[in-house]
C-alpha cells in the first residue's frame, strides 16, 4: 500500500508521520510545491512546531515516511492520495471575506487527473464547503483517461499543540463516501489504514455530505462556546462576577462539559473564523439568511473580545498609550505552536500601535521575521515595534504586560524581579487568566484579568 499526501502543512506532516508510525507496512510519501519547506521536513529543524512531533518523525522519516517535491512521481505510485493543501477565505470577487478560496483545491484536482495511471483512492483532508467532492470528482472525470477515482472525505480534527496526542488517540475519525459498492470498497480502505491503531468503534462512516458538514459545525461549535463565554466575561467585568468561576459552576453540569469554555482575548487559529464563515456563506447561498446570522455573530463576539481588550488596556492607562511602552508576552494562537494565523496578538498589536505605543513582543518559538510580517505586512517596518528575546527583556522599562497567550513560562515567571524593572505605576493584563492576579496586587501591580 502507497499513499501520498499533496501539503505537507500543519495538518499533512503531522497526520502522514503517524500513519507511517502506525503502519510502518505502509510507504507514505509526503510532497509539496514548497521546497523550502519540504527541505526543513528532511532537516533537524522541521517547520512546524508540535511538541513530540520530532520523535515521531525521527522514528519514520527514511523508513516509510518520505517527503519531496516530486509531486507528479508521488501521485503516479499512490493508491491513496490524501488532499491537505490550504483552503483560505477568498479575498476576492463573489465570496469575498466568506467563501472558502478552493483554488488550490481544484488545481491538485487537476494535477491529479493529468498524472494519475490507474484507479485512486482521493481523500479531502483539508477543510471544504459541503459538496466539493463533487468537483473533484467532475475535474477528474473530464480529464482521467480510461480511470475512476473514488472521493472521500475523511476532516482532520487534531488542534495545534496537542497534535501528536489528539493523533494518537483520536475522539473519532470520520470517513464520508459514496453508498455505491466502489464508495463502500474505498471507505473500507481508509478505515483499514486507521484501524492500525485507532479502535474500530472510534471511526466513524457516514456520507460524503455529512461528513464534510461535520467538520465545519464541529468547529463551529467549539468556537461557539469560546464567543458565549467571552460574551459572558464582559458582563462578569460590569458586574463583579468572576468568569472562572461561572464557567467552573456551569460546567460541572455534565450536559454543558466544562471543556472550551476558558474565557480568553479571543480566539485564533487558521480554522475557526475561516470555518465559521464559510458554514455563513453556504448558508446564505441556500437561502437561509437566519441561519447564516446566528453562526456569524459567534465571529462578531470575537472581533469584539479582541478589541475590548485593547480598548481596557488603554482605558486603563488614564486613556493614553501613546508612547508608553506595553510588552506583549506570546504572540502564537495558543501555546505549544508557532502558528500564528488570525492569532489576537495580531489585532491586538495592531491596535496599540495605532494608539501610538510603544509595542515589545516576546513569543517563545515565533521568529521576529514573522511577528513584524504578521503585524505590519511583509516588509514593512515601525520603529514602535520590536522583538525581545525573553520576557524579562521585554518588560523592562514597560508600563504594561498584555498576556495574549498562555504559554507555560508566563505562569512561572518572578514577576517581583519584573515589577522592580518596569515604569511605575505598572500594570498587568493577562489576556488568557492564567496568573494568580491577587499575588501579583501584592506585589504592587494593578491587575486585570478577563472576566474579572
Ligand atoms: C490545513 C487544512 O488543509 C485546511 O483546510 C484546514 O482548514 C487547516 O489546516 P494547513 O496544513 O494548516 O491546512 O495548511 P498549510 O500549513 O498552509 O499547508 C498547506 C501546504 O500545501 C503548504 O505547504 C503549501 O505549500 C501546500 N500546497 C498548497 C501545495 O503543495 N500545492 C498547492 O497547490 C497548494
Ligand atoms: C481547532 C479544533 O479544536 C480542531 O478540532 C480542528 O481540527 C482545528 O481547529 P486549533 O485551532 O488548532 O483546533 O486549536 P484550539 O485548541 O481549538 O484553539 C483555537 C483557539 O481557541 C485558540 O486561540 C485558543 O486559545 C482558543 N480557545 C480555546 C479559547 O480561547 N478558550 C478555550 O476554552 C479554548
Not at 512546531?49 to 518520505?66: A, I, K, M, S, W
Not at 489528539?166 to 489504514?193: H, S
Not at 482605558?315 to 508612547?323: D, G, I, Q, W, Y
Request: aromatic fraction near 8%.
Amino acid at each position: 500500500m502507497k499513499i501520498c499526501c499533496i501539503g505537507a502543512g500543519y495538518v499533512g506532516g503531522p497526520t502522514m508521520a503517524m500513519i507511517a508510525l502506525k503502519a510502518p507496512g505502509i510507504e507514505v510519501r509526503v510532497v509539496d510545491m514548497n521546497a523550502a519547506r519540504i527541505a526543513a521536513w528532511n532537516s533537524d529543524t522541521l517547520p512546524i512546531y508540535e511538541p513530540g512531533l520530532d520523535d515521531v518523525v525521527r522514528q519514520t522519516r527514511g523508513r516509510n515516511l518520505h517527503f519531496s517535491t516530486d509531486i507528479h512521481g508521488a501521485i503516479k505510485a499512490a493508491d491513496i492520495i490524501f488532499v491537505a493543501v490550504n483552503t483560505p477565505t477568498k479575498t476576492y470577487g463573489v465570496g469575498m471575506g466568506r467563501a472558502a478560496d478552493l483554488r488550490f483545491i481544484e488545481s491538485v484536482a487537476r494535477t491529479i487527473a493529468e498524472h494519475a495511471n490507474g484507479t485512486k483512492i482521493i481523500v479531502e483532508k483539508s477543510t471544504i464547503p459541503v459538496k466539493t467532492a463533487e468537483t473533484i470528482k467532475d475535474i477528474i472525470a473530464a480529464n482521467a483517461r480510461g480511470w475512476k477515482c473514488e472521493v472521500l472525505s475523511n476532516p482532520e480534527f487534531l488542534a495545534e499543540g496537542t497534535a501528536i496526542a489528539d493523533l494518537q488517540m483520536p475522539d473519532r475519525v470520520l470517513i464520508g463516501g459514496e453508498r455505491t459498492p466502489g464508495g463502500e470498497a474505498a471507505i473500507q480502505t481508509l478505515v483499514d489504514v486507521y484501524a492500525h491503531w485507532v479502535p474500530r468503534d472510534r471511526i466513524i462512516t457516514t456520507n460524503l455530505w455529512s461528513s464534510e458538514l461535520s467538520k465545519l459545525v464541529a468547529n463551529a461549535f467549539l468556537a461557539q462556546r469560546i464567543s458565549s463565554i467571552n460574551s459572558i466575561s464582559a458582563l462578569c467585568e460590569a458586574t463583579g462576577a468572576d468568569v472562572d468561576e461561572v464557567a467552573n459552576a456551569i460546567g460541572k453540569d455534565s450536559r454543558i462539559g466544562s471543556k472550551f469554555l476558558k474565557a480568553s482575548v479571543g480566539f485564533g487559529g487558521s480554522c475557526f473564523q475561516k470555518d465559521i464563515l464559510n458554514l455563513v456563506y453556504l448558508c446564505e447561498h441556500f437561502g437561509l439568511p437566519e441561519v447564516a446570522n446566528y453562526w456569524e455573530s459567534v465571529v462578531r463576539m470575537n472581533d469584539w473580545q479582541k478589541r475590548r481588550f485593547s480598548s481596557r488596556i488603554v482605558r486603563s492607562l488614564f486613556n493614553t498609550v501613546a508612547e508608553k511602552k506595553i510588552a506583549v508576552f506570546g504572540f502564537a494562537f495558543k501555546k505549544d505552536t508557532n502558528d500564528t494565523r488570525e492569532s489576537a496578538a495580531i489585532a491586538v498589536c495592531r491596535d496599540l500601535l495605532a494608539e501610538q505605543a510603544r509595542v515589545v513582543v516576546y513569543d517563545p518559538k515565533v521568529p521576529a521575521a514573522e511577528i513584524r510580517a504578521d503585524v505590519l505586512g511583509k516588509g514593512a517596518e515601525d520603529p514602535r515595534l520590536s522583538v525581545a528575546t525573553s520576557a524579562y527583556a521585554a518588560a523592562e522599562g514597560a508600563h504594561a504586560i498584555a498576556i495574549v497567550t498562555e504559554w507555560d513560562e508566563f505562569r512561572h515567571l518572578d514577576y517581583e524581579k519584573i515589577f522592580k524593572s518596569m515604569h511605575q505605576p505598572s500594570s498587568i493584563f493577562d489576556g488568557r487568566n492564567i496568573l494568580d492576579l491577587k499575588k501579583l496586587a501584592a506585589i504592587g501591580f494593578r491587575v486585570h484579568g478577563i472576566g474579572k
